[in-house]
């Protein structure tokens, strides 16, 4: 059974960090995305980010670029989403999600397989 468990989230000032981490466990092999997502009050649910775990490639919503990184610790089945410069519209609540994939990742939500729980993330200004 493939579980993905989100952390990091919580409430942080303009302009500051936080790291979100998403525990992947149940697959087999690294033939997987993870796509991040968040929520916001209101809006509609925006994909922000992606990484390949088998091939690295990675993709940034343009909302998000320059200031969010994502990586894969592979070792440790974790994906790490790392946010910097934060503005008070970063605030949503933010989830990870996985699909099965070769090559390549995407934020086209309906792709995904398995979701994790979410995480909130405040930023306040």
């Known amino acids: 059974e493939v579980q993905l468990v989100e952390s990091g989230g919580g409430l942080v000032q303009a302009g500051g960090s936080l790291r979100l981490s998403c525990a992947v466990s149940?697959?087999?092999?690294?033939?997987?995305?993870i796509g991040w997502f968040r929520q916001a009050p209101g809006k509609e649910r925006e994909g922000v980010s992606c990484?390949?775990?088998?091939?690295?490639?990675?993709y940034y919503a343009d909302s998000v670029k320059g200031r969010f990184t994502v990586s894969s610790d592979n070792a440790k089945n974790t994906v790490h989403l790392e946010m910097n410069s934060l503005k008070p519209e970063d605030t949503a609540v933010y989830y990870c999600?996985?699909?099965?994939?070769?090559?390549?990742?995407?934020?086209?939500?309906?792709?995904?397989?398995?979701r994790g729980q979410g995480t909130q993330v405040t930023v306040s200004s």
């Open positions: 149940g697959f087999t092999s690294d033939d997987y995305a």
């Open positions: 999600a996985a699909e099965l994939i070769l090559v390549g990742c995407t934020v086209a939500e309906g792709r995904y397989d398995y």
């Open positions: 990484i390949n775990v088998g091939d690295g490639s990675r």
